[in-house]
């Protein structure tokens, strides 16, 4: 933990910020190696460019903080809200933090912390630091990739064991909650990175489908999103089957997916741009005649969060470096009568992209995964 809180600070002053405020999430346990909950106490980490660190937090929290805190100093708070702010105070006062920038995650930081913050620090002006914390996680080193690689090795495992008992008139919802049982029980983490999604027929033409009392029937397609989390480390995978006779095109758009996977995949390494990964993908779509059926970006950082940076749209400019971490997932949907998305996890090398995931991608029916 403390290289990672080291690399912190040479970014603090890189940015020309004098700290970071940090409420739970994927961020302060990246940087401590501790997990606390959102609820309706505060818990904030302020981590400083001089190396200061301190945690407010609530005295039932205490059992959590490892015996070294040679580094941090600590304000703890009992249930009454009225001694809340209190701790807030005495944080910033013994920290001497009393002017200057700080930076906080937009997508996280709650409007309960952020009010202490603002009442406790009146001469700080919080800010935007999205750009520090991605750069500070993006790249995975050696352990965080096997991290993720075993959580890879949960997911399709999980879904081979949920697969089996699967057949005409199993519904969305029973395979759905059939494979958080195979996920828990392969090993991942109780908290998943997301809900599976797991879509037949004319549902699978839409991406972000919730399951449902559709039952499987001959002629539909299957899409099943899901992932596993290990040691607080992600996977994203998304496998497309087919049941009995499918539509000719439906085949057709799920060969073409498959080639725009596999053509992210083979452009990707360091040193170029994020974007240059979503052209390749959207080139073979295109050119197929589906362009306009390919709505979403091909991809998305992968980690400690199911959605993290880089993101994989053509737009983007970032160039690649060793050990980010995203998913290459082009997809088609027609609405109406169904939709393919191909999803794999990979790590940037200078090579290439590793990828993690190894389950057949090709749109297969779902009996030959078992002959």
Do not use: C
């Not at 990739?145 to 969305?172: D, P, S």
């Amino acid at each position: 933990m403390t290289s990672r809180m080291d690399k912190l600070i040479d970014l603090l002053k890189e940015q020309n910020l004098v700290g970071v405020a940090l409420n739970p999430g994927p961020t302060l346990t990246y940087l401590t190696g501790m997990s606390f909950h959102l609820m309706e106490r505060p818990t904030v980490l302020l981590a400083l460019e001089d190396g200061q660190v301190g945690l407010i937090l609530p005295e039932l929290e205490m059992g959590k903080l490892p015996k070294d805190l040679s580094r941090w100093q600590v304000f703890s708070y009992g249930d009454d809200p009225a001694t809340w702010f209190a701790a807030f105070e005495t944080a910033f006062q013994s920290l001497n933090l009393t002017n200057g920038e700080v930076g906080v995650e937009p997508t996280r930081l709650r409007f309960m912390e952020l009010s202490y913050l603002q009442k406790a620090g009146s001469g700080i002006e919080f800010v935007d630091a999205s750009q520090v914390f991605s750069h500070l996680r993006m790249n995975k080193d050696s352990e965080e990739i096997e991290k993720m690689k075993e959580a890879a090795r949960i997911a399709q495992t999980a879904l081979l064991r949920t697969l089996k008992g699967v057949g005409e008139g199993t519904t969305e919802k029973e395979i759905a909650n059939e494979l958080l049982i195979q996920l828990l029980k392969g090993g991942s983490d109780p908290e998943i990175p997301f809900a599976p999604i797991v879509a037949m027929g004319e549902n699978s033409a839409n991406p972000h489908a919730v399951p449902t009392e559709r039952a499987l029937r001959p002629g539909d397609l299957l899409l099943i999103d899901w992932g596993a989390s290990f040691e607080g480390y992600l996977s994203d995978i998304t496998r497309t089957f087919t049941f009995g006779e499918v539509d000719p095109e439906l085949i057709r758009i799920g060969e073409i997916v498959l080639e725009a996977n596999r053509a992210a995949r083979q452009m990707g390494k360091a040193g170029l741009e994020a974007g240059a990964v979503d052209r390749a993908a959207r080139s073979v779509i295109t050119s197929a005649g589906y362009g306009h059926a390919f709505f979403h970006r091909t991809g998305h950082g992968l980690g400690m969060e199911a959605h993290e940076e880089p993101y994989i749209y053509s737009e983007n400019d970032l160039i690649l470096s060793p050990g980010a971490a995203f998913t290459i997932e082009p997809g088609i949907y027609l609405p109406g009568k169904g939709g393919v998305r191909i999803e794999d996890d990979v790590i940037v090398t200078e090579e290439g992209l590793l990828s993690l995931t190894d389950l057949p991608r090709q749109v297969l029916p779902l009996v030959t995964l078992f002959n």
